[in-house]
């Protein structure tokens, strides 16, 4: 899949947007969640931490690992928090 691919090279603003393009056509409750964690994933390599705050909170009840949003969420948090 390009946006994963596009992941993997760090190509953040690219990936973000084939996952959003993928969110857009997604029509299945798994390819909405792969589509909102790819986006969560890129907006954090892009530095947008409250964006990918936002993507894991959407995340919270779909999510297969609903702890590790959760978790992420709390990180990000505490991050923001730092000077």
């Not at 953040?12 to 969640?33: G, H, P």
């Not at 589509?35 to 009840?61: K, P, T």
């Amino acid at each position: 899949m390009l946006a994963y691919a596009l992941l993997g090279q760090r190509r953040y603003a690219d990936a973000d947007r084939e996952f959003r393009k993928l969110l857009y056509l997604s029509t299945e409750r798994e390819s909405t969640v792969q589509a909102r964690w790819g986006m969560a994933q890129s907006l954090e390599g892009m530095g947008d931490l409250q964006g990918a705050i936002v993507q894991y909170e959407a995340l919270r009840g779909d999510a297969g690992d609903p702890a590790y949003a959760a978790e992420k969420i709390g990180r990000l948090k505490a991050r923001l928090r730092k000077p």
